[in-house]
């Protein structure tokens, strides 16, 4: 089995397994996330990368609603504020030159 073979069973094995019971059907879980994007994003086209950072927060958050029990999508959840974050000083700084 070559390495494509390998990622693409181990990615069936993921999305038939327990995540609808972590995450509800993707149908759900995608739905909620849109939802929330579409909120923050307010009619905007362009996405800064802390607005990355904030997105995919909203992913995590709405994955939290489903199951708030998850502690990796609390540790994602503060990874990407830290992220995001670094992004606003990293541009911040970049103005002030």
Known sequence: MNARQQLLREAETLVTGDRNNAYGPPTQDFQRTADLWTIYLDGRRIIEAHDVAIMMSLLKISRL????????????LAGYAACGYECITHNNKEEQQ
């Open 65 to 76: 609603s489903w199951d708030p029990t998850k502690r990796d999508s609390w540790v994602d």
